[in-house]
């Protein structure tokens, strides 16, 4: 069977915002959990690798040289604050470059054939940072520096980026805003941090429609989300014929997640990471998921191992029939259908 390819590395563990911010949620903590929850089972299709960090040349494919200058300068400078969320220890650059580069190294193992699914492990996490800015604790735009190494180095002529962080991934979407080469999709909170990605907003010149926004109330539970997956996102995704998916997999819409209000269980994300996969097996192309947010530990753990399995194949007989929605009864599919139908056909 195809491997699939998990990269992490310890240096990831070391960007520590609690020094400035004590019980910063973004802890090394998280990836700990992880770990713990991945020993308690043994995972024979998941093949360990590390990653070197990503290099100057890698960052600057998204990120203007200045704002990649001034990470590092305020880290080699001991540390600080960039805003009120994102604060810098002096080993947060180390762990920042190791992270970009374990999508990257995910992203040419991919698409050079030596595995169908990637699961990229690490922290900071990224898709908040924009061309010229860290923000909401990301430094460097791990999923969009994977994406453009794949359209620009990696023979890729189209990425589709699926992203369930509970926040808006507003750093992707203004990335490729513009593009019509990368199809983004997100599902997320609003109101909500960062207060960007509406239903209108499908992104702007050749890009139009090439951005697809799904904001979600407070409340929202897994079946609205794997609703607006299936009836949406999907449909469009199989229209735009991806060269590879990649996922923003943040799990922060959890309902037992400190820093949202969503009310998604576990069985939820395995069953959205089981119809991406299902998505890229019948397309036959791969599929690699980048660390985002989850900010409950243990909770954390627990849903990585599902995604994993999902990923892998190795949960047939999972709990879909849970997500099988009445779509006439969910609202905001019907929104989403009106707006995306005028780009995609669903």
């Keep these: 069977m195809t491997a699939c390819l998990y990269f992490s590395d310890p240096v990831c563990l070391e960007h520590d915002p609690s020094a400035l911010w004590p019980g910063h949620p973004e802890s090394p903590q998280r990836l700990v959990a992880i770990e713990r929850a991945l020993a308690a089972r043994a995972r024979p299709r998941w093949e360990r690798r590390r990653a070197r960090p990503a290099d100057e040349e890698q960052l600057h494919l998204v990120h203007s040289a200045a704002h990649v200058r001034a990470v590092m300068a305020l880290c080699a400078a001991g540390g600080g604050a960039i805003d009120a969320d994102t604060l810098l220890s002096e080993r947060s650059c180390a762990a920042a470059l190791h992270a970009a580069g374990a999508a990257c ?105 090439f951005t697809i926004n799904l904001p979600v109330p407070a409340g929202s539970g897994g079946e609205l989300w794997v609703a607006l997956l299936a009836h949406v996102v999907l449909p469009a995704a199989v229209a735009f014929a991806p060269d590879l998916v990649l996922v923003s997999a943040g799990f922060d819409a959890h309902a ?91």
């Design 105 to 209: 190294a995910m992203t040419r193992a991919l698409l050079a054939g030596e595995g169908s699914a990637g699961f990229c492990a690490v922290r900071p996490p990224g898709h908040h940072a924009e061309p010229r800015r860290a923000m909401g604790f990301c430094l460097f735009n791990n999923v969009a520096i994977a994406a453009e190494l794949a359209l620009a180095e990696l023979g890729a002529g189209r990425v589709f980026i699926l992203d369930w962080d509970v926040h808006h991934g507003n750093g992707t979407a203004e990335i490729f805003r513009r593009r019509a080469d990368v199809l983004y999709a997100s599902i997320h909170q609003a109101p909500f941090y960062p207060g960007t990605g509406p239903l209108e907003d499908a992104g702007c010149g050749e890009g139009e429609g």
């Design 256 to 346: 037992e997640d400190p820093l949202a209000a969503c009310e998604l269980q576990t069985a939820a994300f395995a069953e959205m990471a089981r119809r991406v996969r299902a998505l890229a097996s019948a397309a036959a192309i791969p599929v690699g998921a980048v660390l985002e947010g989850g900010y409950n530990p243990p909770v954390l753990g627990e849903c990585v191992g599902a995604v994993l399995d999902a990923l892998a194949g190795e949960d047939e007989g999972g709990e879909e029939a849970q997500f099988i929605a009445d779509v006439d009864e969910l609202p905001e599919v019907a929104r989403a259908l009106a707006q995306v139908r005028r780009y995609w056909p669903l």
